[in-house]
Nanobody, 126 residues
């Protein structure tokens, strides 16, 4: 079992920055991919970004590429989402997630993840 707790959400204005954190505990050695998803009211949960626990490979949604950066700590059990140049359309509940091995498009969908945090609200005003 892996337990995930995310934090760092808040209310900001367009153009501002936020950093989200996800802390994992339990059997973290089973994690291969460590990611972020978001869900806005009335919309499906969508992939945002992910990093691999071992190595430097990562993934980003086209909508956040160049604005958001995903990273991890040296112990590889905490990961972050640095969100810059925030836009109103970034408003959503953000969830961290972890899963086993994935590759390509399999790392960009909810089915590729086994463990989920409870979410943190990010609201971006104009």
């Amino acid at each position: 079992q892996v337990q995930l707790v995310e934090s760092g959400g808040g209310l900001v204005q367009a153009g501002d920055s936020l950093r989200l954190s996800c802390a994992a505990s339990g059997r973290t050695a089973t994690m291969h991919i460590m990611g972020w998803f978001r869900q806005a009211p009335g919309k499906e949960r969508e992939f945002v970004a992910a990093v691999r626990r071992i190595g430097t490979g990562g993934y980003y949604a086209d909508s956040v590429l160049g604005r958001f950066t995903s990273s991890k700590d040296s112990a590889q059990n905490t990961w972050y989402l640095q969100m810059n140049s925030l836009k109103p359309e970034d408003t959503a509940v953000y969830y961290c997630a972890a899963g086993g091995y994935c590759a390509g498009s399999g790392c960009r969908v909810s089915a590729g993840y086994d463990y989920w945090g409870h979410g943190t609200q990010v609201t971006v005003s104009r």
